[in-house]
DNA sequence: CGGTATCCCATGCGATACTG
DNA sequence: CAGTATCGCATGGGATACCG
């Protein structure tokens, strides 16, 4: 993404980013919340974490569990969460080595959020289907 | 919102989307979940529709409550997710149109949910941030 | 098994301009 | 005020091939 040619000037937005101790949320265009919220409400992100909320995977098990992604996308979202303290990685030194990600006390609040997420799609999926079709049929 | 529910694990065979009583989760590749949790989870609709949860706006409103964003992502993100039947757009026949957006029950109910993902967000962004510079200050 | 590197295309998204 | 249309590029992300 790129800068915000108009700055931080919001009106009665609240929180000024660059203030010290200042409120900083995601609504703001500038602000480091806004980069976390893009990580991490990627594609893959939610799908990711909430796996990893069943319990700590390999990369295999976990490549199955979210349905389609591809290896590099795995890989490279999970370096990314990893480096945000919001997975770790744990290497087990074995003659097939083994690899496990699990989720850091950071990471596993955020998964309770995304499992809430996922849980909600999957309960009113329906219901979304239907006002789509009556939108298009009715229109 | 869940704590830590296996609500949304797989039951019995996984991946067959249509199949009749099948339980389609967001974690399957081709069902109609992951469609849903691609179009809600986007960039822009996370804070789109926990703007509007603050109560309904009109369009300008609503472009400067979501820092950053432009009239044509604010416009295409709005057409979908009223498609979808998440948002509901009121049109008052005025002299200049005012057209006002706002949740419909259903886009309440997500409403919230991301509300406490931004919030989280808030809260934690600070550890977010001193992880991810102990990882490239140590690596 | 658990990745990384390269290629390449699809599309998300911003900038700009135009309309009712 | 509240959009839509068009252009163009940066990025996301799949396919494939290769490495420890």
Known sequence: ???????S??????GVPGAPGALSDAFTADCPA????????????VLILAALGEGPMRFHVLRDRVGGI???MLSQN????????????TVEPASPPRVTYALTPLGH??????SG???????????VLA????????H
Request: charged share 30%; glycine share 12%.
């Open 9 to 14: 000037g919001e009106s009665g937005a609240p």
């Open 109 to 114: 609040e955020l998964s309770s959020l995304f």
């Open 70 to 72: 591809s290896e590099k």
């Open 1 to 7: 993404m790129s800068e915000n040619p108009r700055g």
């Open 78 to 89: 999970l370096r990314a969460l990893t480096r945000d303290g919001l997975t770790s990685r």
């Open 131 to 138: 006002a789509r079709e009556a939108h298009d049929g009715g």
């Open 34 to 45: 806004r980069d976390v919220l893009n990580h991490v409400g990627s594609r893959w992100g």
């Open 117 to 127: 997420l996922v849980d909600w799609i999957t309960l009113r999926v329906d219901d």
